[in-house]
């Protein structure tokens, strides 16, 4: 320790040269370096080492010696750091010490066999301080027990690639959002549709939405992102080969701790691959029955005008559907229809029930 703590002075000898280092040492002035290594090293993790390059002589920390597993001192050099490198690691660090004889500062993180033969994740750094020619004379450094840090990325990365696993079995993309609700362009949607990222600005990626579902669709996402609920469509899109397919979208705010908006994230699923079901039509359990409606707009004492101004669907398709249902030929009014009432709290089950569930900030 005492060693290393001379060694360390007199480096910070050569550097206080520099006046704003000196006066910035001077209001250190009656705290020794034990102090601040002690602060840095009580959490086990951390140790220092300094090494004269010109005889290889080096010294340590107690911190360092922790790290590595060393109970008792005893002389140190850096390639014996290096013998104690996994050896699936070894290839990455064969050249440390040219590197750092060379004065090239080195950040490298690999595996160590301590000296209780436990395996540790390290962060091994070095900095090369240089004499009055400007040649390097010593190298300084630290090494870092981060054993946890990536533990903790590494199960981070697993649990991301099970979920990107998961997405691309059952989705065609994945999408994200800004939290006003801007698409953020996606080189998936590029490969369905054949958009570029010039082609989505400023709202037009819905061109790629068939004609008579854009309306729908632009509604129940504007609805979705005005009261932060999740978002679901059903509409065809126009693929490369100009052909439509149906799709299901899907999208959920994500929140911040605090509660505000962040993003929104989406997923895209052609409807073919929903339990065999035809792609032409939307999925019979997500429509209204023509009696569903008109007990819908009756309980919300909604008048024709109100609902297409909440649905975007017009006033004579409305008309259309309540006295013919039309459930194959217009998916996607049905599905915008559903959507509006379910804003307003009503719940529909199998048949025509309908029913309005009364919460709190509910326009009733």
């Known amino acids: 320790m005492k060693l290393f703590l001379e060694t360390s002075a007199q480096a910070d000898v050569g550097t206080s040269q520099d006046g704003d280092l000196s006066a910035a040492a001077r209001?250190?002035?009656?705290?020794?370096?034990?102090?601040?290594?002690?602060?840095?090293?009580?959490?086990?993790?951390?140790?220092?080492?300094?090494?004269?390059?010109?005889?290889?002589?080096?010294?340590?920390?107690?911190?360092l010696l922790r790290v590595i597993g060393v109970e008792t001192p005893q002389p140190f050099a850096i390639m014996d750091l290096i013998n104690q490198v996994h050896p699936d690691d070894r290839l990455r660090c064969e050249d440390l010490w040219p590197l750092i004889r060379s004065g090239v500062p080195v950040n490298r993180s690999f595996r160590i066999i301590r000296g209780d033969r436990t395996v540790r994740w390290v962060e091994f750094r070095s900095?090369?301080?240089?004499?009055?020619?400007?040649?390097?004379?010593?190298?300084?450094g630290l090494l870092q027990d981060v054993s946890q840090d990536h533990e903790t990325r590494q199960a981070l990365e697993e649990s991301l690639g099970r979920y990107r696993a998961l997405v691309g079995?059952?989705?065609?993309?994945?999408?994200?959002?800004?939290?006003?609700?801007?698409?953020?362009?996606?080189?998936?949607?590029?490969?369905?549709?054949?958009?570029?990222?010039?082609?989505?600005?400023?709202?037009?990626?819905v061109e790629a939405i068939h004609p008579e579902d854009r309306?729908?669709?632009?509604?129940?996402?504007?609805?979705?992102?005005s009261n932060l609920t999740p978002y679901e469509a059903h509409h065809r899109i126009r693929m490369t080969n100009g052909d439509y397919?149906?799709?299901?979208?899907?999208?959920?705010?994500?929140?911040?701790?605090?509660?505000?908006?962040h993003e929104w994230l989406g997923i895209l699923i052609r409807q073919r691959g929903l339990k065999g079901l035809d792609p032409v039509n939307a999925p019979a359990d997500s429509l209204l029955t023509p009696m569903q409606i008109r007990a819908g707009r009756a309980m919300l004492q909604w008048t024709l005008e109100d609902l297409s101004q909440h649905s975007g669907v017009s006033i004579s398709s409305i008309r259309r559907i309540e006295a013919e249902g039309e459930r194959a030929t217009r998916p996607a009014?049905?599905?915008?229809?559903?959507?509006?009432?379910?804003?307003?709290?009503?719940?529909?089950?199998d048949?025509?029930?309908?029913?309005l569930q009364r919460a709190e900030g509910r326009r009733l």
């Open 27 to 63: 209001k250190f002035s009656g705290v020794s370096s034990a102090h601040f290594l002690r602060l840095v090293e009580e959490r086990g993790t951390t140790g220092f080492w300094t090494c004269d390059l010109a005889t290889g002589q080096s010294s340590v920390s107690p911190g």
């Open 127 to 140: 900095e090369v301080v240089l004499d009055a020619e400007q040649r390097p004379a010593r190298a300084i």
């Open 169 to 205: 079995a059952v989705a065609a993309m994945e999408w994200r959002a800004t939290a006003s609700g801007e698409p953020v362009f996606s080189q998936g949607w590029t490969v369905l549709t054949g958009q570029r990222e010039a082609d989505v600005l400023n709202g037009s990626w």
């Open 215 to 225: 309306q729908a669709v632009i509604t129940a996402w504007k609805n979705a992102v």
């Open 245 to 261: 397919e149906w799709f299901l979208a899907r999208a959920v705010p994500i929140l911040h701790k605090s509660g505000r908006l």
């Open 333 to 349: 009014s049905l599905n915008a229809i559903r959507q509006a009432f379910e804003q307003e709290g009503l719940i529909f089950s």
């Open 351 to 355: 048949g025509n029930g309908v029913a």
